[in-house]
């Protein structure tokens, strides 16, 4: 079962504009990550952000977390056509338990 | 620094057979996790393995088993294949301790006809 829930399913912005996808979840996490694929291809690791966190940075990347709301949001600035891909988050209820994944969301960056 | 290594990268299948699929984990680290992503949807959790041990398994049935090797690399297998089998299989590597995030591979693609 998916624990996340992406918001939108698919972004569409030029190149230079900002990109913010939302995730929501269900439970009590340890912890929350966002992860991006390229086309069919393995998942990439981007961030991960603790329960007792509510920001971070990381590059053009810029997470957060409210874990009152139970969402987290991740914020892509300047664009570029590279950052097309899906981006999925992924919580971790306690320590060592499974990596659970969201649906995804399809970014594309117009040139 | 060799990633994660996954074969075969494509394979095509029939009804009721059974297949196999091979991963190697990044250099250093000791576990193994498969996840199964349906076309357009997000990875869905299969099951993790450590010291050679199934340790987590996902919402997934008998036909899916593995095994992991003393060299730490893992093997997939899925027996009586359903057409809805059909999808990308991935695996990660993390550390057993202390490793939050995971290593994917390419994945291997499977269809089933």
């Known amino acids: 079962s998916q624990q996340g829930e992406e918001d939108p399913q698919a972004l569409s912005i030029q190149e230079g504009e900002n990109a913010t996808m939302n995730c929501s979840y269900k439970?009590?996490?340890?912890?929350l990550q966002w992860y991006r694929q390229n086309s069919g291809r393995g998942l990439v690791h981007l961030i991960l952000?603790?329960?007792?966190?509510r920001e971070k940075h990381s590059g053009r990347l810029r997470v957060t977390l409210d874990t009152s709301k139970k969402s987290s949001s991740l914020l892509i600035t300047a664009s570029r056509a590279a950052d097309t891909a899906s981006y999925f988050c992924?919580?971790?209820?306690?320590?060592?338990?499974?990596?659970?994944f969201g649906e995804g969301t399809q970014l594309t960056v117009n040139p | 620094d060799a990633g994660v290594t996954q074969s075969p990268t494509h394979l095509i299948k029939t009804r009721g057979q059974q297949v196999t699929l091979r991963c190697s984990p990044k250099?250093?680290?000791?576990?193994v996790s498969w996840y199964q992503q349906a076309l357009g949807q997000g990875p869905q959790f299969i099951f993790q393995?450590?010291?050679?041990?199934?340790?987590q398994r996902g919402n997934f049935p008998d036909r899916f088993s593995g095994h992991q090797f003393p060299n730490y690399s893992s093997e997939l297998n899925v027996n009586a294949l359903l057409l809805g089998d059909s999808a990308l299989y991935l695996c990660?590597?993390?550390?057993?301790?202390?490793?939050?995030?995971?290593?994917f591979g390419s994945g291997t693609q499977l269809s089933v006809l």
């Open positions: 992924a919580t971790r209820e306690t320590s060592g338990s499974r990596l659970t």
């Open positions: 439970t009590s996490i340890n912890n």
């Open positions: 952000i603790r329960s007792n966190e």
């Open positions: 250099s250093g680290h000791d576990t």
């Open positions: 393995y450590y010291e050679e041990e199934e340790r």
């Open positions: 990660a590597s993390s550390l057993w301790t202390g490793g939050e995030k995971l290593f």
